[in-house]
């Protein structure tokens, strides 16, 4: 049997001590599957997670994410991918950006940039850490990316949730040229956050970036929906959607009893864990919903344990029972703006309102799915999921997407 397979298998068997032992060779040929084999393959665990059948793009995961990427470079042909749509997923993006500069943000796809990709450069360990060598102090963001844009919400994050706050932000739609040019967000010292990141403070910087030319959303406004928002659109009588509240997970996160607590993503969804001869390494398959581990729940409990919640199965209906009631606040939400787009369509087509209260309307319209999709999260969640993200704050913008468009419902009505 080949020898180095025969070692990489015993590797798997023992703790992170390994990485004493290894030559100096490994260690500069960065080999960091022979260094960390529990944490490496952990990763690859991942690759068959799925947490929500209802995903289109069902199967997507951190592990296999090299391959969705390398397809979607393979589908762009010779044109290339748009370096934003990796500018969050590999470190060699930071080489990429040292080579072009700020033009990578202009949202014109370069073969050039996808040239100096290849598969292991996805989600590779230097992504989340600066020093392989001393990988536990060395945590944090470590793309160029979400530090330009995002400066004022990452200096106050936490390593430990700055790390995956690199991918789960609301940052795109600055970087990615939906309103504006990255490029010219650095030029002109344009950041998101500069507000806040709460949704009514993107939303103001959102309508002050838009420019006239040269961008997707030149007015910030969209006219396509998605499940998140649920809302309808239609250009003709100019009822919109803003570009956009999704995947606003770090965002959420903060001011939460979670973030007041100093209980980060990886505590919950990169649990501890023991190899088989009981050595502790920490999971590195972040995919899966934290509901399906049972390291997880167990680490929840050292908060939440009382006299209801008592072991791991009270943990997960726990967790399941405040899913359920964010859902159905969601559900609300989504039936308020049901109710309220036809009235909001045969006001306009009546025209018997002035011109600043159907404006008004339909801002109104637009705000509240924003903030369904912001509590919402990425487009492959369902609702709910995210309750733990924070508890108080999702179901505040929820109910406060209610009483706008009640508020809007009525002004229709009596007007």
């Avoid at 951190?62 to 393979?74: F, L, V």
């Avoid at 940039?113 to 001393?134: A, Q, R, V």
């Avoid at 739609?173 to 709460?198: F, V």
Wanted: glycine fraction near 6%; include cysteine.
């Amino acid at each position: 049997m080949n020898k180095k397979f025969l070692a990489i298998v015993s590797s798997l068997f023992l703790a992170n001590s390994v990485t004493t032992t290894l030559t100096a060779s490994a260690q500069d040929a960065k080999d960091w599957k022979e260094v960390y084999p529990l944490e490496y393959y952990s990763v690859l665990a991942g690759m068959n997670d799925i947490d929500d059948l209802h995903d289109k793009n069902f199967g997507y995961s951190h592990g296999n994410m090299a391959i969705n990427m390398q397809k979607s470079i393979a589908n762009s042909k010779t044109k290339g991918l748009n370096a934003t749509c990796f500018s969050c997923k590999t470190a060699t993006f930071n080489a990429i950006y040292k080579k072009y500069g700020d033009k990578v943000f202009l949202g014109q796809p370069s073969p050039e940039y996808t040239g100096m990709l290849k598969p292991i450069d996805f989600w590779s360990c230097e992504t989340c850490h600066e020093d392989m060598k001393n990988p536990k102090a060395s945590v944090g963001a470590q793309i160029m990316s979400p530090k330009l844009f995002g400066k004022e919400l990452f200096d106050k994050l936490p390593a430990k949730v700055a790390v995956c706050a690199q991918c789960h932000n609301n940052l795109a739609p600055w970087s990615d040229s939906r309103i504006i040019t990255g490029m010219t967000a650095l030029k002109e010292n344009k950041t998101p956050y500069r507000y806040g990141w709460d949704p009514d403070s993107m939303i103001k910087a959102t309508f002050e970036d838009a420019l006239p030319t040269g961008v997707r959303f030149p007015t910030a406004k969209i006219y396509s929906s998605s499940p998140a928002s649920h809302a309808k659109t239609d250009k003709e009588l100019g009822i919109y959607l803003i570009a956009n509240g999704n995947h606003a997970d770090a965002e959420l996160y903060m001011g939460g009893i979670h973030q007041k607590l100093n209980v980060g993503c990886a505590d919950c969804h990169m649990p501890m864990l023991q190899d088989r001869m009981g050595n502790p390494y920490r999971s590195h398959n972040s995919s899966k919903s934290v509901l399906n581990s049972r390291a997880s729940m167990e680490y929840c409990l050292t908060c939440h344990k009382n006299d209801e919640v008592k072991n791991v199965g009270d943990m997960v209906k726990f967790v399941k029972d405040a899913q359920g009631r964010l859902a159905e606040r969601d559900k609300a939400v989504a039936e308020k703006l049901d109710e309220t787009f036809p009235l909001l369509k045969t006001a306009i087509e009546a025209k018997k309102l002035s011109p600043e209260i159907l404006d008004q309307a339909r801002l109104n319209y637009a705000m509240a799915a924003y903030y369904k999709e912001y509590v919402y999260g990425n487009r492959g969640a369902t609702p709910g999921k995210k309750v733990a993200h924070n508890p108080t704050y999702a179901q505040k913008y929820l109910d406060k997407a209610c009483k706008l468009l009640e508020e809007t419902q009525q002004m229709l009505k009596t007007n």
